[in-house]
């Protein structure tokens, strides 16, 4: 197929991500979405089943979204945060506040994921600061999270996926440990923090679900260890939810199902249902109190050109209109069971280690890595959006996919992992 002229002539002016630019294949050019489907230049359709990367959890255009965009847009796509007030934002603050478990209550926004982990790590270290403890500069997390690619968020990724040894010298050190998964777990954490507990500002975890760090799931008892031992060794505690938040596991936040409160919540992703960037890093109440002072040097020093761009907070308060309206308290579990006959027979094929299903996120992961590229090209070749990484096959669709569009996209994965099994 001819691919199109804008893609073809300035192939070599757009740097790709995570791509050796000189080897890798053309990017599919996508020239329209809608739903669960994304368009190519050549006509063909691809239903998506990882939502683009997580984010377009009521599917691609939904018409709400898109009508609240639209009026933002003809009165003020954005205007900048420092001095200015803009409705967009404060009602989605207040609306967090409220949709958020506790009093985590105070929301900073900012653009992407990466940095409203970079400002929670910022706030914990100037939390210590503010309140006259200057030894908590370090950060405590976990063998296989991921929580973004600036320099400090991969410090505190798992080292071989935040490339700590190529980026040696570079990257802060951290302490990246084993998450506590049972009482040996919590004992030896807590050894470890009893070393070390004077210089950790806080400990950062995804709640759950590690994900880009491999899909691996944890029992909701780990979270309450976390909270346990944090308090104990007087660490504060984060907890990115850009990936599990807004129903992704089968709650709201993955925090409720442990019933656990973090000092600070990261969010992203899913936000503005996939329609534009934004994050926003929310604090609890005695956090925000930290930086409530006359001295100016106790302002959290920050902020973004583009924070709580208003444009990605109208879409935002559109998604949490349909997040509000609650359609996916339904959808998630009847995705998760569809997840979980479709990829059953997965488990019989030679070459898998393990199937897995937490709400609207299915896993199969292989023994050993496959040739993702190939893999990719075999699921495109099947109509679908596929997206390996790693050992991990996986699907985190749009919350609106139908049973039937489950069925496909579980279907060419037992297909494809078939035809590759050793
Ligand atoms: C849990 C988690 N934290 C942080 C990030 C980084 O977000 P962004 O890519 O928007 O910088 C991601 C992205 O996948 C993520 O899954």
Redesign the pocket.
């Known amino acids: 197929m001819p691919q199109p002229t804008w893609l073809t002539e300035n192939a070599r002016n757009v740097w790709r991500p995570y791509t050796q630019m000189k080897t890798a294949a053309p990017a599919l050019p996508a020239v329209r979405t809608e739903g669960a489907h994304i368009h190519l230049a050549d006509g063909r359709v691809l239903l998506d089943g990882v939502a683009s990367?997580?984010t377009a959890a009521h599917g691609y255009n939904h018409p709400h979204i898109l009508a609240a965009m639209r009026a933002q847009l003809d009165t003020m796509p954005h205007v900048m945060f420092g001095g200015f007030a803009h409705e967009q934002a404060y009602r989605l603050a207040g609306r967090l506040a409220r949709l958020l478990p506790g009093d985590l209550d105070h929301a900073f926004f900012a653009e992407?994921?990466?940095?409203s982990?970079e400002i929670a790590m910022k706030m914990a270290v100037q939390y210590w600061l503010n309140r006259g403890e200057r030894g908590r500069t370090r950060f405590l997390s976990f063998r296989g999270g991921?929580?973004?690619?600036t320099l400090t968020?991969m410090s505190v990724c798992d080292p071989d996926e935040g490339m700590h040894a190529h980026f040696s010298g570079v990257v802060p050190p951290q302490h990246v440990v084993d998450l506590p998964r049972d009482d040996a777990g919590e004992a030896s954490l807590d050894a470890y923090l009893a070393q070390h507990s004077g210089e950790i500002a806080a400990i950062l975890v995804?709640p759950l679900v590690q994900?880009?760090g491999g899909m691996i799931f944890h029992p909701p008892e780990t979270l309450r260890r976390l909270r346990r031992l944090a308090d104990k060794h007087g660490a504060l505690l984060i907890f990115?939810e850009?990936?599990t938040g807004f129903g992704r596991t089968g709650s709201l936040f993955a925090m409720q199902q442990a019933d656990v409160l973090p000092d600070i919540v990261?969010l992203?992703?899913a936000l503005t249902g996939g329609a534009a960037?934004l994050?926003a890093a929310v604090a609890r109440t005695h956090v925000f109190d930290a930086f409530w002072s006359d001295d100016p040097q106790h302002a959290l020093m920050h902020g973004p050109t583009y924070m709580a761009h208003a444009l990605g907070c109208a879409a935002a308060n559109a998604s949490l209109d349909l997040i509000e309206a609650g359609a996916w308290r339904e959808d998630v579990p009847r995705i998760s069971a569809g997840l979980e006959a479709g990829l059953a027979p997965c488990r019989a094929l030679g070459g898998v280690a393990d199937v897995r299903v937490m709400g609207a996120i299915g896993v199969v992961e292989l023994k050993q890595a496959p040739d993702i590229n190939a893999l990719i090209a075999r699921f495109v070749g099947e109509g679908v959006w596929i997206k390996p990484f790693g050992r991990v096959v996986y699907l985190t669709p749009a919350l609106i996919a139908g049973d039937d569009d489950i069925a496909r996209l579980t279907g060419a994965i037992v297909r494809v992992l078939n035809e590759a099994a050793p």
């Open positions: 990367w997580w992407s994921g990466s940095v982990v991921y929580h973004g690619d968020t995804e994900g880009a990115d850009i990936f990261t992203s992703k960037p994050s």
